[in-house]
């Protein structure tokens, strides 16, 4: 009788880092803080705990509304651009900007969804201002190629000190979604399926995600 050897269950990697009270955060925006109502106790049958945080602490999705005063809420996203084939891409040590020579190595037959790494270990205890983000070419090249969302794992596409955000505006014109501050430290180069759903916040400006990718095999 010949054996059957099962099919090997597809490796998770957790993309998001931890969130807590020493979480990063733009410098000026709210902390992660957490409160308790209640603690188990005679009389009282669970723990109970209020939190308060700006929705762009940790891993998570603008929305247009963040960098639009016309755009639409995170709640009112299409959870589509945040489900499904990705493609992963080392741009380790990239300086300021991600720019087109650092990521076009591995932008033969892109996927919808492009994930990029620029530290060789992300600061998850520190504020960085001297973080990476997207030069605007790099994003108008992804679109070009039908890519839907980018991704990185520094807390903005745009350089800290920027106030024209150039970056967000491009993806604003362009209809793309974004994810920042993913932990991808341990994740290869290579194909993945992404799951990063927002949370349904009918009138914020962004939502915190639980980013998992998935092999494909």
């Keep these: 009788m010949s054996s059957i050897t099962p099919p090997t269950a597809p490796r998770l990697w957790d993309i998001s880092p931890p969130v807590h009270a020493g979480s990063p955060v733009f410098p000026g925006d709210a902390p992660y803080r957490q409160e308790w109502l209640a603690r188990i106790a005679p ?3 669970v723990n109970l705990s209020t939190i308060t945080l700006s929705p762009h602490v940790g891993a998570h999705a603008d929305a247009p509304l963040h960098y639009d005063p016309q755009g639409v809420p995170v709640g009112a996203l299409d959870l589509a651009p945040y489900l499904g084939p990705c493609r992963v891409v080392h741009a380790i040590g990239c300086g300021a900007l991600v720019r087109w020579e650092h990521v076009a190595h591995a932008a033969q037959g892109l996927p919808p969804r492009v994930l990029v790494r620029t530290y060789a270990q992300m600061p998850v205890d520190r504020w960085d201002a001297a973080l990476a983000g997207f030069a605007p070419d790099t994003i108008e090249r992804l679109a070009d190629a039908g890519v839907q969302l980018i991704g990185i794992d520094t807390a903005s596409i ?6 024209a955000l150039d970056s967000h505006q491009t993806i604003r ?4 979604r974004v994810l920042e501050n993913l932990l991808l430290d341990a994740v290869p180069e290579g194909d993945y399926e992404l799951i990063a759903l927002p949370l349904r916040l009918a009138t914020a400006d962004a939502s915190p995600v639980r980013a998992v990718l998935r092999s494909l095999t």
């Design 158 to 163: 745009d350089p800290a000190d920027s106030k």
């Design 173 to 176: 014109r362009r209809g793309l």
């Design 43 to 45: 009389g009282c049958p």
